[in-house]
């Protein structure tokens, strides 16, 4: 069932299509079990101040999304901090010192200032969205209270912070992370250009949303005023990320694990803002690809340390030459250090740039830590680059692919594939490392667009776990977490 609620200034909301003088209109779609997505459009009108049309953007998506959202915080949030008390007790001081910081700075700094206008205009939207959820009056303000979808929201970040802050390590997490797969692909005789991603993480984190956010800034400060992206409950961007914005940007990234912890030294709560906000501005404000590396890296907090691909698509022709700049920046983050390249001369040699986890640039390899070596994603991206997006992206053919072979028995492993499957190891099989076997861990979607869907703002998704060569997922045989809601089978 859909509905368009109205949100007025002066009234809760109203359900139905008479929406004269609204400040947002919102629109909500559970199609979880027919598709394995949920849909949520939310629009602002611009004759309203910024400030409440991100509030009331927020809100009604607190109150459309209220039933997924719940299941949502139950699923992956709930337990968070179970037999973590101490690590827990340490998280909630650095947000809040975080918190802190970010209340200053709002308070003490000028309207004028629009980086600073968005982190404002993104809280009254996390403020609405909290205050919708619970069902409270409408009061247009922000709250820096500290709420489960406020943490949700920090849950990358959170993968990095845990580093930091001494949480008992988990050897399996710190082997898989946050593993996606990513791909940029020119067609031959330059005829399309096409970008696509897989997110993988644990099974519990496949409550989705697919979320188009209108809003009626002003245009020519924030010419990515429209946003569509894959995204989850209760949360105000992508973090698989993918994202595409009105200015003609698209957006990827893939997570890049740091080995080297003294890094995490630069790390402060005080002067920094999380990847969550930095990830939000950058594609509000971005009029290209290098206005959008420069606007990111600002306040780097060091947390959801990824490696971004953004394409401007405005650079693109179908049937001509490539740019010679401009099409494609790559952007690598590690705590203390950002680096950011034009690689548009990337895509004029080789036609396509594959992200994986592993960075590209030289400096943020010597200094996380990392072990350049050839992992079984790099050689299938490289061996069957000639396949169409959707089709490569959700590959896996794990028991006869040669880059899926290990010293194991058996002797190869569902997770190493492009759309990973850790729940098909066998539980009692012996593998070299906890990462490669019977694990929560596998690729939760398909996200991918080319020149015509983007010039609507349009992508193909498919969600829940790859199958075909491999079996659908089905909850009924999965044996690692109980879940509120969720699908039988996943196909």
Known sequence: ???????????????????????????????????????????????????????????????????????????????????????????????????????????????????????????????????????????????????????????????????????????????????????????????????????????????????????????????????????????????????????????????????????????????????????IVANQMARDAREWCHLYAKYNSGTYNNQWAVVDYNKFTPNQSLPEYGLLYVLEQMPGTIVYQDLTWFLQKYSYFPSYNIPFFKKITDISGFVNQVRPLQGILRGTCSREPLELLMYNDYTKDEFSRCNCNPPYSAEAGISARGDLNPANGTYEFPGQGHVNHGALDYKGTNVAMMKKLEFRAQGGPTWGTVPPFRWSTFDFVSLLVRPTLIV
Not at 82 to 89: A, L
Not at 156 to 166: M, Q, S
Request: aromatic fraction near 14%; include cysteine.
């Open 1 to 279: 069932m859909s509905h368009w609620p109205c949100s007025y200034a002066s009234y809760p909301y109203l359900k139905g299509f008479d929406c004269r003088e609204q400040v947002a209109v919102g629109k909500w779609k559970n199609s979880v079990n027919a598709s394995g997505w949920t849909f949520l459009e939310v629009e602002t009108q611009p004759n309203f101040d910024p400030q409440l049309q991100a509030y009331a953007a927020g809100y009604l998506e607190g109150v459309l999304s209220r039933e997924v959202l719940h299941y949502h915080i139950q699923n992956t949030a709930e337990d968070y901090c179970t037999n973590f008390t101490q690590y827990c007790k340490r998280m909630n001081e650095f947000v809040g010192q975080n918190q802190d910081y970010i209340k200053q700075k709002l308070a003490s700094t000028s309207r004028d200032d629009m980086y600073w206008s968005a982190v404002n205009r993104t809280y009254h939207q996390l403020t609405g969205l909290i205050d919708g959820y619970e069902a409270r009056p409408i009061t247009p303000r922000i709250s820096y209270e500290m709420h489960p979808i406020l943490f949700m929201n920090w849950n990358g970040d959170f993968y990095d912070l845990e580093k930091k802050l001494n949480k008992s390590r988990d050897p399996v997490q710190d082997q898989l992370g946050g593993r996606c797969s990513g791909l940029i692909k020119v067609a031959p005789n330059n005829t399309d250009l096409f970008i696509s991603q897989v997110t993988m993480s644990g099974f519990q984190n496949m409550l989705r949303v697919l979320k188009l956010y209108k809003f009626g800034y002003d245009r020519e400060f924030f010419p990515g005023h429209t946003t569509s992206m894959a995204s989850y409950p209760g949360l105000l961007y992508s973090s698989d990320d993918f994202a595409l914005m009105s200015s003609g940007l698209a957006v990827i990234e893939t997570t890049i694990s740091v080995f080297n912890l003294t890094l995490f030294d630069k790390t402060k709560a005080v002067g920094q803002l999380p990847t969550w906000i930095r990830a």
